[in-house]
């Protein structure tokens, strides 16, 4: 959890530090205004909180961890919750034997819960994670300018401008995209006290921004999407 914890304040203070002083990051690296105070959740009697796993619906084998994991070191962080510890929720997911599906089955969630002594459960899905990578086609041209020749008796040049011959490109084009919905269960009443459903994504040429490796930029956006989520407990 100290590992965790640690990424996320460098993740929330490296994205407000990239959204004042490197216009040349993607919009998606942004953290959009948070819900104002009146419209956030009012929590009370939620203090310790169980995280688990969240459903995965993406090809990424770890995508559900890496949502949960700054996740649950954010709302650490907050100072407002106790976290039930990772080991005791995949023993009781064990002991309940439950699949992906019931991770998300309000009910489970609240039998779940009940076991590890919380008094509410996150549970969601991750919904998109990926890089997708299809060509991309661009056209180029550039006009130049030429000098005509002087007529007889002519001692200033004409100056006129010919179009040049328009080439077309093929380059990769990067789509990178992130979404996902949680949700927190109070346990006693199987209420369902807050949600947020957070999509980000982006599409980058070749060459473009300063991020060069698109797989960094796909985990640079999830951690903005998670900080975006994370707002409503601030």
């Not at 010919?162 to 080439?167: D, F, K, L």
Request: aromatic content about 6%; proline content about 6%.
């Amino acid at each position: 959890m100290l590992k965790w914890s640690m990424v996320f304040l460098a993740t929330v203070s490296a994205l407000t530090a990239g959204c004042a002083t490197a216009p040349s990051l993607p919009p998606a690296l942004q953290v959009r205004q948070c819900r104002e105070p009146a419209q956030r959740p009012r929590l009370n009697g939620m203090k310790r909180v169980a995280v688990l796993e969240l459903k995965n619906c993406t090809a990424s084998p770890d995508a559900s961890e890496k949502v949960v994991g700054p996740f649950t070191a954010g709302l650490m962080e907050t100072g407002r919750f106790d976290l039930v510890e990772r080991n005791r929720i995949d023993k009781v997911i064990q002991e309940l034997k439950l699949g992906m599906s019931g991770l998300v089955d309000t009910k489970t969630a609240k039998e779940a819960g009940r076991m590890l002594g919380a008094d509410a459960v996150i549970v969601g899905e991750v919904t998109n994670y990926q890089v997708e990578v299809k060509p991309f086609e661009y056209k180029y041209s550039r006009d130049k300018t030429d000098l005509m020749p002087l007529p007889p008796g002519e001692k200033t040049p004409t100056i006129v401008t010919v179009p040049a011959e328009t080439r077309t490109y093929t380059v990769d084009k990067y789509y990178v995209s992130v979404g996902f919905t949680l949700r927190m269960v109070a346990v006693e009443s199987g209420e369902i006290v807050w949600s947020r459903h957070v999509a980000k994504s982006f599409g980058m040429r070749e060459g473009e921004y300063e991020i060069r490796n698109v797989n960094l930029l796909l985990d640079k956006i999830l951690d903005a999407a998670v900080a975006e989520a994370m707002c409503d407990f601030r």
